[in-house]
């Protein structure tokens, strides 16, 4: 005990206590230095990982002790001394991190994600006095189900499959006394134990105690006592051993009193310019809140008040007017009258410029549904540059490879797809041509809202290079290969895959869908259900009527016509998109008919022997399919040989039946249901009716960097009289390289985007001597381009480095509005696609097997009220500017011709020259008729006058 301390002094009970008994000798204090030694580690403070929440000051085992007042937590009872022993050794037991958990009870870590999707959000939802909560083990599978791998639950996949209950017990770990922030009970032994913990001994019982009242002492002074510590003290004491230095500091007198001029400095240029004095929260800080309930009601006042109109009696009236003419006369006055005069003079600039208003600005515009019409769309205004927005690939299936195709589902929203390939060369293939035979050639189906795995695998024989939607039943996929055959695929089996709703939710449907059938066990034991599909292709092509090189285009004809096979065209009243047109390099375009042949009864059944679950929709196709039309293209030059098309494009467009409807006669041709049925089995002609106003020409682009006009229709061979296909129109050769995007505007039918090589052209059908705009060479090869869904003057360029171009005819034609790097490979394939009209989301696929999406902005996707009309105009100019630049060449050709043959007759040879005689003659008649000419003049004008000749004399 130190010196300066003194011990404490008993308190004796006040009258009518037990002095014996309740008196006790207090504890006495430990020696100085040893008081952090003998303390005992506080319970439940521990090193405690972090959760994100705020950390408790005392476990639940202190926060529910007794109070100091109580007789239970009396120091000077024997019972409560034990009480309080119990509690220190229980907290110290929860303190702690030893021992392994019970068989039946597991520890697990749960996310905030997860806290939040099961309402189990800690110090929120569970806490340290009320941590358990019963969760359904069917909310527990369908987390599992959804968020597969990610799910916190996944470890314990088949524990909770195997659980009998309906209920599972999850636990927050308040002083994570297994290791995690939650256990979870594996039994229902275990969860009673948890929910109805044993009673201790003797707890129930309540003893009688004797109450003791304490009365306070103030201690007595007492003499002091050494006891040796005073020598401690002085040893522990510092002494100065050395003289003190003395300082002065000082400044000049003058700088007393002086300005000071701050001015500005970096932080970074000195030691410790910068301090941060950084706020922190003060924990002995608090604010006492007090409530105050006040309560009003505003009640209306009634008012009672009656009017009365005067009523008269309903009576029928009419009238009838006849216009008041003015007769001859009176128009003839009103004419010639001064006040009209006056009175149009002084009206007709005022009316003049109400129609310059006019056709400056349309006075009929309502300026006020105009003024916020996109004040709640998605992005800025001021944004001009494209943003990330989502990205596939996979590791299995398209890394390392070259995306060739892209399409976007055309119904369902957040569904697109790409085809990948090898990234080989011909020479390559060939000597690796058993590694590329064992690896699967597949198109991944993706969808936003799982961004990791693909939603169908489109099983293919061989790499597919170019693949569309059917635009009318999009579960039917036709796709052409690397060899020259036509795929198709019908994915209808598979639709609802696809519509799945957004991430964390499922519907009604797909879990009844899930439940245990009587060929599989209750649970998840179909392992092939959370894998993704592989749909293998239900019709190819007979090999040996294909194109001999790879498919470089394919589109789907539109379902108001059809094709037969001379080149005809007919109505398609089934409305169904049933003929594609392909071409490839071997210098072919092909039309292919995947209509059923006349007499062919389609099997709805399943076929027995089906492994693969292949549908039938298209057996009848399967390795006999013959293509119904094909179109060589010759050479225009003379040479022999063919174009090698790549690209193809035609004039219809999906969905605009104008061109049908506009041909058709005022009786209206009703197809019954029997011979719709026929119409579609047998493709007769019969029921048909031949549409004459549709334009059979079609732009193909080559291999060499040619345009080509042709023509599908085919005509009578002037020597064999037989029906064969028509040469070519024309073709121009303004690209240095492959075309690789033919592409129709979607506001005008008669402007297409052609790029190719290092520079891209717009022309327009219909002119024939050149484009309407050429770009200047860049200076990395344009490797794609597509036109913008919703504005008429913008479209996108992608090139080899990774850079997408975003052209505005209307801002300026020289250079592109917007350059933004999107990867670092090469740029494959670009497609924009209207979500809706407050988001467009822009396709980008690159050679390494990635698919970017990026969301376009504001001023991209929004036209100006105008815009069609200003396009179109700029396009008219163009063709007059084209026009007049032609008619100058003619113009100039002729003049060369006139000036060569006035050169030529000047060369041929010159006249003899008279001689002087004769020049003399030619001077003087000259003269004399001048002479003459002058005397006219003057007697004209009265200067001379002419004498009167004499009459003769009789």
Known sequence: MADDEKPEQPTEPEAGGTPDKGRSSPPSRPKSGSSGKARSPSPGKGSRAGSGRKTPKSPPAQRRSSKPGSPKARKGSPKGKKRESEQRETSAHDGEHEGPPPDDITPLFLSSKTQDIFNIKVDEDLTGDEPHKLVPKEDLIQDMKMRAAISDFHPLKQAILDYPAEEILLVYDYDFKYGQNFYMAMTEEAKERILHPPEEEGEGEAEPEEEIIYRYIPPESKEWVSQGSEFEVEEEKVVETRDKAMFKISRVRREFGAPINFGDRNSGDAKDGYIECAHYEDKSFSIKKLEKDFGIQAIPEL?????????????????????????????????????????????????????????????????????????????????????????????????????????????????????????LSFDERVDNASKVLMTPSLILVWSFTDPIHPQLLLEAPDDIMCFKFNPVDPNIIAGGCINGQVVLWDITRWADRLKNTPRGKQTKKNTMMSLPTKDNKPGFEDENSQETPIIRYCAVAAIEHCHKTAITDLQWLPDHIEINRVGVVYENKVKACTQILTCATDGSVLLWDTKPPKGHTHITSEVPNN??????????????????????????????????????????????????????NDKTDVLSSTQLTSSIRTGSAKDKRQVDNVSSMFYVGTEDGELVYCDWKYDKDPDSGRLAPQRPAWSKLLHDSTINTLQRSPFFKDIILVVGGWNFSIWKEGVETGPLLISSASQKKLSAGHWSPSRAGVFYIAK???????????????EPSLTQNVTAASITSIFPWAVSSKQHLLAIADSIGTLHILEVPWNLRHASSNEITSVSNYFDREVKRIDFVNERKEFRVVDKRKKDADDALKQAGKPPEPDEAEVNMKLKMAYDDYEEMAKKYLEELGVIQTEEEPLPEV
């Open 611 to 664: 492994p693969f679950q292949i549908p039938t929709t298209f057996k009848h196709l399967d390795l006999t399919w013959k293509p119904l039309l094909r179109l060589p293209l010759a050479r225009l030059d003379g040479a022999s040989g063919e174009y090698g098309p790549t690209r193809i494009s035609i004039k219809e467009k999906q969905g605009d039946r104008s061109i049908v409807e506009k041909g058709k």
């Open 303 to 423: 008012i009672e008040n009656g009017s009365q109109t005067e009523w008269k009696h309903p009576r029928n009236a009419s009238t009838q007017y006849m216009p008041r003419e003015f007769t001859e006369e009176e128009k003839e006055v009103l004419s010639t009258s001064k006040s009209l005069e006056i009175f149009v003079t002084a009206v007709a600039p005022r009316f003049e410029l109400a129609l310059q208003q006019n056709e400056i600005m349309d006075v009929f515009f309502d300026d006020w549904k105009a003024l916020a019409e996109e004040d709640s769309t998605f992005g800025c205004k001021s944004d001009n540059h494209l943003k990330e927005y989502q990205s596939f690939t996979d590791l299995q299936f398209s890394k390392e490879k070259t995306i060739t195709a892209v399409d976007w589902h055309p119904s369902i929203k957040g569904v697109i797809a790409v085809a990948c390939a090898e990234r």
């Open 800 to 814: 080899a480095d990774g850079n997408v171009d975003v052209w505005d005819i209307l801002d300026r034609t020289h």
